[in-house]
């Protein structure tokens, strides 16, 4: 069920730019409810499930998803789209009964998904890391205190009360 929901994701967003978006994204959106089903750990750039990037790989490999690549200096961007080859599976797969649950839920979400793919990276990686910690200790003091401990920021810094806000507003 991830892939179609991955793929239904990328659709609503219009693309996603960025590895570390697209990992953001789903992490929120699982705390949001959805049920992706991916493991995260806390990694250099906040929440990481090492499943999903290998599932965007072989759906890339697959040619249901389209990478491209930009050198940004000495950087590289990475661009994802949904493939015209998934775009035409999408169609037949969204009315089969397996999937209608799953495209409620996605369309019931279209508003953040669209959010989330516009949103300050730097205030979806803070926010995403605040919510990690908080599903892990069931505290959001205690989330924001290993959030800034993590990201060498202090709690009342402004960008870390933006995060704390903006996830806050989405953390089921």
């Not at 994701?9 to 409810?33: E, P, S, T, W, Y």
């Not at 994802?80 to 495209?103: C, G, I, K, V």
């Not at 990276?121 to 919510?131: K, Y």
């Not at 924001?144 to 009342?156: D, G, L, M, N, Y």
């Amino acid at each position: 069920m991830s892939r179609y929901q991955l793929l239904r994701i990328l659709d609503i967003a219009g693309g996603v730019d960025g590895r570390k978006r697209m990992q953001k994204m789903a992490f929120l959106l699982q705390c949001n409810g959805l049920q992706l089903d991916y493991d995260f750990v806390i990694h250099h750039y906040g929440p990481y499930s090492f499943d999903l990037a290998n599932e965007v790989t072989l759906m890339t490999r697959g040619n249901l998803v389209e990478e491209r690549e930009d050198q940004l200096g000495q950087a590289k961007a990475y661009r994802y789209s949904m493939s015209p080859n998934a775009r035409s599976q999408l169609q037949d797969l969204a009315t089969e009964p397996r999937f209608q649950s799953a495209e409620h839920e996605l369309a019931v979400r279209s508003e953040l998904i669209k959010r989330l793919a516009k949103e300050d990276l730097w205030t979806l990686e803070l926010g995403s890391t605040i919510a990690y910690f908080q599903r892990k200790s069931g505290d959001w003091n205690e989330a924001i205190q290993a959030a800034c401990v993590v990201k060498s920021r202090a709690p009342e810094d402004a960008d870390v009360q933006k995060a704390f806000a903006f996830v806050r507003s989405l953390v089921a």
